[in-house]
């Protein structure tokens, strides 16, 4: 018991400073596109807003062309991406997962980061996973946040939003999850699915979260912003 405390109160000493850490001297690029269904812009507003509070030194770009040189990408501490069901030219794909497994972080939310490149899956083994289906479009559902220095003082939550379905490497490490009903599909009934994940490629790494078809969600489920932004700060090189 004496062993448990101790190393419980080491994490939080260890996520209070991963929480409190600054990006003041991080460079951060955000990238957004493909389909506007996914309001793209609009996630890469509010990631915005949040940059210019920690200081980062970020740049945004609309378009894949923020991949077309490794150099350029190297620089950078995190990306920070926003891009569904768009095509990746061979080049474009070879720097990103170059530049990540290299330790460039990169991080997203929902289709923005596991349908971007439906094609690619040099780019899908980075990220750790591949969407499938959304069983019910739009539903209730709950988020099961589980242990870890990210996760510290969250709460599990109900959201409306779609519930993603997805095929994903067994070697990332489940930060949050939910399980399926079976009213769509009663095959899939209590199947348990990631929520979100973090995961190491090379050098680089990758966190993922499956909410935020509308980004306004992260605006209204505050312990699912939360999440993200420290996803986004574990992710930082």
Not at 131 to 140: L, N, S, T
Not at 145 to 174: A, C, N, W
């Amino acid at each position: 018991m004496k062993k448990y405390k101790i190393y419980f109160l080491l994490l939080t000493i260890f996520s209070n400073t991963l929480i409190s850490q600054s990006l003041a001297d991080k460079k951060v690029l955000v990238v957004w596109g493909g389909w506007d269904g996914h309001k793209p812009e609009l996630f890469a507003n509010h990631v915005e807003n949040w940059l210019i509070k920690e200081k980062a030194d970020y740049k945004i770009i609309n378009g894949l062309d923020a991949y077309d040189n490794y150099d350029e990408l190297i620089k950078y501490d995190l990306i920070i991406q926003s891009v569904t069901m768009d095509e990746i030219s061979k080049e474009q794909e070879e720097n990103l997962v170059k530049a990540v497994l290299n330790g460039v972080g990169i991080a997203g939310a929902h289709g923005g980061l596991v349908d971007s490149f439906r094609k690619n899956t040099n780019y899908q083994f980075m990220i750790g996973g591949q969407f499938v289906a959304h069983p019910g479009g739009m539903i209730k559902h709950k988020v099961k946040i589980l242990d870890d220095e990210l996760t510290i003082g969250l709460s599990d939550f109900d959201i409306l939003s779609e519930q993603y379905y997805m095929h994903y490497d067994p070697s990332v490490k489940i930060i949050a999850e939910t399980k399926f009903g079976g009213e769509v599909y009663p095959w899939i009934k209590d199947v348990i699915m990631p929520v979100a994940w973090k995961k190491m490629y090379g050098k680089g790494k990758v966190f993922f979260i499956s909410i935020g078809h509308d980004p306004d969600e992260f605006m209204v489920y505050k312990d699912g912003w939360e999440l993200l932004t420290r996803g986004f700060i574990w992710a930082v090189r």
